[in-house]
Nanobody
Framework: QVQLVESGGGLVQPGGSLRLSCAASGSIFSIRTMGWYRQAPGKERDLVAVITSVGFTNYTDSVKGRFTISRDNAKNTVYLQMNSLRPEDTAVYYC???????????????WGQGTQVTVSS
């Protein structure tokens, strides 16, 4: 059993910053890709950023230059530093991790519970 616990969401003014964290725990042999999605009201869940086990990153165009994804493999934790936040960044943010529970198991994607980010004056 694997659990992902998110933290760091909240209310921030336009131009402000927030840092999201997502820690994985449980039966973990290895973690490959980790990342963040977001879902605004009435919209589909969209990919925001991903990071591989060796640190390769990719971002959706709308957050490039403003958001930074990073991870601490020793802590099984992924972070999302969000700067220059805009009202259109308002959404529930979900982290995920592609986890192998043993040497013989396949990769399984686990999700966090979601954390609300609201950008408003």
């Amino acid at each position: 059993q694997v659990q992902l616990v998110e933290s760091g969401g909240g209310l921030v003014q336009p131009g402000g910053s927030l840092r999201l964290s997502c820690a994985a725990s449980g039966s973990i042999f290895s973690i490959r890709t980790m990342g963040w999605y977001r879902q605004a009201p009435g919209k589909e869940r969209d990919l925001v950023a991903v990071i591989t086990s060796v640190g390769f990153t990719n971002y959706t165009d709308s957050v490039k230059g403003r958001f930074t994804i990073s991870r601490d493999n020793a802590k099984n934790t992924v972070y999302l530093q969000m700067n220059s936040l805009r009202p259109e960044d308002t959404a529930v943010y979900y982290c995920y991790a592609d986890i192998r529970s043993s040497t013989r198991s396949s990769l399984v994607r686990s999700w966090g519970q979601g954390t609300q980010v609201t950008v408003s004056s």
